[in-house]
């Protein structure tokens, strides 16, 4: 098996060439169904967020394909514009990434939370289109595990939990105050939400777009008022502050309509990926426009070192569950047949010894039951503990030992049964 990813991110491209890379849900599950049919790729995950794209594969020992290539011929873009922009990783490089992804050590936000949820989401995702396989189902879970064991008993100091923590702070930091101004939240997802929320707790007066068709239905953030979608560009000219935090493929602020419709100074603040707000708004006279890549946020204190260095420690030590594992995936199933031919071998002995022993019947079977638990566990032991003790090879030749000596056994078995 082989574990490969291919990804971009805010740390080497800006948020126009981000873009071109995003997924939907619409696109993800067209990848996937791409993906799915090329040979010698076993499963797949997609990662997609507002920082960065990543597209995981499992792949068959002889896979030679271009992960990238495959990836630019689905987006249909020339790859030879783009590759400068992307990071490729294999096996314990690609694994040690995703670890440290989930706790938010490689956030633009040290610590974030929002990241170790996107991490589940995109493996849940995967896995309700039957894209993921059994290595990047367990690699995943594993660097949840991780990330949440970090999250609990590491302390990453001054780390906010999202963007939008980062925009109000860094915005107030530069002089602007949300206490009693007007501000029009567009999009009421997880950002719109925590958006909104956080404007009201500055004091700010908020208001929050729904879609008409869900307008009866959709709970906005206690305090904000709503609005209907359509009707944001009669609102804006009131405003002091505007947040677009949406999903749509389209701007929800196109620049020729904000400017009919602008009166006074307004500070826009776009925080999704792909763009909502038109960039061509900031050659507009009274509008400053922020997107997401102006809030960026650096680890620079000791303080802050000295707790990656533990969340380092912690994953490490994940990590090394994970690849004792998958570095015996392929000879998983040699294992199981050897188990199956030890407990088919101690079947008759013990069936010998225990039809002589002065017992009920349930009480025979559950002594019968009992021996074979311990001695499956007494095998496991042996097992992984020659695993941990032989080198790869010297390990793999032990189990095809162990298989051959069953194997002759039961050969020879089946000669004598057949001797006339």
Not at 392 to 404: E, H, I, K, S, V
Request: glycine share 4%.
């Amino acid at each position: 098996m082989g574990i490969e990813m291919v990804g971009i991110d805010h740390s080497v491209a800006e948020i126009d060439i981000r873009m071109i890379f995003s997924f939907t849900k619409k696109s993800t599950r067209e990848l996937f169904e791409e993906i799915k049919n090329v040979p010698g790729i076993a499963g797949c995950v997609l990662l997609s967020t507002c920082n960065r794209m990543e597209l995981w594969i499992s792949t068959e020992p002889d896979w030679d394909g271009d992960l990238y290539g495959l990836l630019c011929r689905i987006r249909q873009v020339p790859p030879e514009i783009y590759r400068s922009y992307f990071t490729f990783r294999r096996e314990r490089d690609a694994a040690a990434h995703l670890f440290r992804l989930a706790a938010g050590l490689e956030s633009r936000i040290l610590g974030e939370d929002q990241i170790l949820t996107q991490v589940g989401e995109a493996l849940a995702f995967s896995r309700e289109n039957y894209a993921a396989d059994h290595v990047l189902e367990t690699l995943f879970r594993q660097a949840v595990t991780a990330a949440k064991k970090v999250k609990t008993e590491v302390e990453l100091p001054a780390s906010d939990p999202s963007a939008a923590h980062t925009a109000v702070r860094q915005l107030q930091e530069q002089g602007l105050s949300f206490a009693g101004k007007k501000c029009l939240v567009i999009g009421n997802g997880v950002m719109g939400k925590l958006a909104a929320t956080l404007l009201k707790e500055q004091g700010a007066d908020v208001t929050v777009t729904v879609r008409q068709y869900r307008s009866g239905v959709v709970e906005i953030p206690r305090g904000c008022r709503r609005i209907d979608y359509g009707k944001r560009l009669e609102l804006l000219p009131d405003c002091d502050f505007a947040v677009s935090a949406t999903v749509s493929p389209n701007y929800t602020l196109p620049a020729d309509l904000v400017k009919e419709c602008i009166r006074r100074p307004i500070v826009l603040i776009d925080l999704a990926v792909p763009r909502d707000i038109d960039p061509a708004v900031r050659e507009l006279p009274d509008v400053q426009l922020y997107d997401i890549d102006c809030f960026r946020e650096e680890a620079t204190s000791e303080e802050q070192r000295r707790a990656i260095r533990q969340a380092e420690a912690l994953i490490e030590k994940q990590m090394k569950d994970f690849f004792a594992w998958y570095d015996c995936v392929d000879v998983m199933p040699l294992i199981g047949r050897i188990k199956r031919e030890i407990a088919a071998d101690l079947e008759p002995r013990l069936s010998k010894k225990l039809r002589d022993l002065p017992l009920e019947e349930e009480r025979r079977r559950q002594l019968r039951a009992d021996i074979e638990a311990a001695a499956i566990k007494t095998m496991n032991k042996m097992l992984f503990g020659l695993r941990d003790g032989l080198e790869q090879r010297a390990f793999r030749d032990c189990l095809d030992c162990m298989d051959a000596i069953y194997r002759e056994e039961q050969d020879e078995k089946r000669d004598s049964d057949w001797k006339p």
